[in-house]
């Protein structure tokens, strides 16, 4: 888990919503606090942590599948006249799409 915000910080991602990876690390952290503070919780509630770790972590492999059914592929190799100033590059189907129209 700690390798995944060093690639992400180091390599351009290659898909759109890599907030499902985010998503995913947030809910793992949440998951292993709860773990770490079973006992603490169990004081208040009486499941204690356990069940909400695994709650957690559910949450956030629902955040990554969700996140790889509506990425598209980014294409950075392409003209300038298709390159988005504010919104980075198009998708590649978009590409496609005007290159055989061009």
């Known amino acids: 888990m700690l390798a995944i915000p060093l690639m992400m ?3 351009p991602p290659r898909y759109t919503d ?3 990876l985010i998503a995913l690390m947030v809910f ?4 292993k606090l709860l773990e770490w503070h079973d006992h603490s ?4 509630l009486a499941t204690g942590g356990h069940p909400w770790k695994h709650a957690a972590a559910a ?3 629902l955040c990554y599948l969700i ?3 509506r990425r598209r592929r980014l294409c950075y190799a ?3 006249r298709f390159y988005h100033a504010n919104y980075g ?10 290159l055989a129209w061009a």
């Open 9 to 11: 910080a180091l390599f």
């Open 18 to 20: 890599t907030a499902g």
């Open 78 to 80: 392409v003209p300038s």
């Open 89 to 98: 590059p198009i998708y590649c189907r978009r590409l496609l799409a005007k």
């Open 59 to 61: 949450a956030g492999a």
């Open 67 to 69: 996140a790889v059914e």
């Open 28 to 31: 793992h952290g949440i998951a």
């Open 41 to 44: 919780i169990a004081a208040f």
